[in-house]
């Protein structure tokens, strides 16, 4: 239960607050909590059965990494509209057909972000409109490169990495939403 909230640092992106607060088993703390919007993260296939992922500069991750295009949820915005937004001005591309992969909490320790995952198919070209601070390159992986890759170690991304119980999950939904029957 939250007894007291002092907030350390408003940004732009996120929020850092220290909650005093009694844990259900009576104890009482201060924590620091991370507090963001959440964002939306989407696994688009295409007709050809291969998967978009971005290889886009994360300053704080140290260089370049591999990812499902992904972004934050604009106030009041419901998930899905943050990723046909998302796809759009990542990968200039638009899906006739989404599907929820349903959602993680990226590090409940500190963090109040929720990812949602979804499956975007029946692909086609949309206008693009990327940030002026994002740095990327859209790449087209068939799915058994992408998920050797993953395998590999190759995908650092907690929502994209299958080491990662969400990325794992994504992974498989994937292959079995649109190859083979895989269940997780």
Not at 72 to 99: D, G, I, M, V, Y
Not at 129 to 134: R, Y
Not at 160 to 169: E, M, N, S, V
């Amino acid at each position: 239960m939250l007894i007291d909230r002092r907030t350390v640092f408003s940004g732009r992106v996120i929020n850092l607050t220290v909650d005093s607060v009694e844990l259900p088993n009576g104890v009482r703390t201060s924590l620091e909590v991370i507090h963001h919007p959440g964002g939306a993260a989407i696994a688009a296939v295409d007709a050809a059965d291969r998967v978009c992922l971005l290889r886009q500069y994360r300053y704080a991750a140290g260089g370049y990494i591999w990812e499902l295009p992904a972004g934050k949820l604009e106030p009041n915005e419901p998930p899905l509209k943050t990723a046909q937004r998302e796809l759009a001005e990542e990968a200039a591309t638009s899906a006739a057909t989404w599907r929820s992969l349903g959602d993680y909490v990226s590090s409940p320790g500190v963090f109040t972000e929720v990812v949602h995952l979804f499956l975007a198919t029946d692909i086609s070209a949309a206008p693009s409109a990327p940030e002026e601070s994002e740095v990327f390159e859209v790449h087209w992986w068939p799915l058994e490169l992408a998920r050797e890759r993953a395998l590999n170690n190759e995908l650092r991304d907690g929502k994209t990495a299958p080491r990662h119980p969400a990325g794992l999950c994504i992974t498989r939904k994937i292959v079995s939403l649109v190859t083979v029957s895989v269940h997780c």
